[in-house]
């Protein structure tokens, strides 16, 4: 069965594209397919461009995380013409979910694992200059299995889990401080906005990521200036 004839579930649908639940060559290959539907709003031929623009640079950036050993799912297909990707389906659970079931299970050892993987993988893409552009606890899958079966259960034992960085959509390349310092306040704010022990959490990352990172103390430094901003715009309103 082609790719483009395989039935598809969506699970997904955000400002700029459509994701589905497929399989791609074979039905015993489970896929991720990511489209960017035409915007009848845009010009034809300026809708087209950004359409292949944004399929490839996306493309490119998942494939230069797989040559450096950062986690990220592998591309399978592209058919930028039509805004759509196929890649590796990523079996397991968001962050957020893993997170919210080892706290109310009391699995501190565990969390604590969690977090300083989660740091090292953030450390690794910045200390390639990509930066993620949309770095929040729903966007970081974790996969693994554990003694008795796979993570996918609501109960699950010790896992040596894999942290995977997924939706690059709005990652670019970047030597800027700022820019890798705003990925860390998108995901401090998502910890923040969604779970009670947040700040020892976050701390958690960056702690591993400042051990993990030369260009770390620079980042973070930024990173204050872009809290305080982030303070001022909330007391504005």
Same mark, same amino acid.
């Given at each position: *069965? ?7 579930? !969506? ?9 589905? /639940?497929?399989?791609? !060559?074979?039905?015993?290959? @489970? ?5 960017? @539907? &035409? ?10 461009? !950004? ?21 990220? @799912? ?43 993987? *989660? ?53 670019? *390349? ?21 779970? @009670? ?8 990352? !960056? ?9 770390? /103390? ?9 809290? *305080?901003?982030? &303070?001022? &715009?909330?007391?504005?309103?």
């Amino acid at each position: *069965m082609a790719a483009t004839e395989a039935p598809r579930e !969506l699970i997904k649908q955000g400002a700029e594209a459509l994701v589905y /639940k497929t399989t791609y !060559l074979l039905p015993t290959i @489970p896929a991720l397919l990511k489209h960017r @539907p &035409r915007k009848p709003y845009r010009h034809p031929t300026l809708d087209l461009r !950004l359409t292949k623009h944004r399929c490839l640079s996306e493309t490119r950036l998942l494939t230069r995380c797989r040559g450096l050993g950062i986690p990220v @799912p592998a591309v399978y297909f592209v058919d930028e013409a039509r805004g759509e990707i196929y890649m590796e389906w990523i079996s397991g659970r968001s962050i957020r979910e893993v997170l919210d079931a080892m706290i109310a299970e009391g699995r501190k050892e565990e969390v604590n694992d969690l977090m300083k993987k *989660m740091g090292q993988v953030v450390a690794k893409l910045h200390q390639n200059d990509i930066v993620h552009g949309d770095l929040t606890t729903s966007n970081v899958m974790v996969r693994g299995e554990r003694k008795s079966g796979l993570l996918a259960g609501a109960t699950m034992e010790k896992v040596d889990a894999e942290v995977v960085l997924i939706d690059l959509g709005l990652g670019m *390349m970047s030597t800027q401080e700022e820019d890798k310092a705003v990925d860390l306040y998108v995901l401090e704010r998502a910890f923040l906005s969604t779970h @009670p022990q947040a700040e020892d959490l976050f701390q958690d990352v !960056l702690t591993a990521y400042e051990g993990s990172f030369k260009g770390a /103390k620079a980042v973070m430094k930024r990173l204050a200036d872009v809290r *305080m901003r982030g &303070r001022k &715009r909330s007391m504005l309103g």
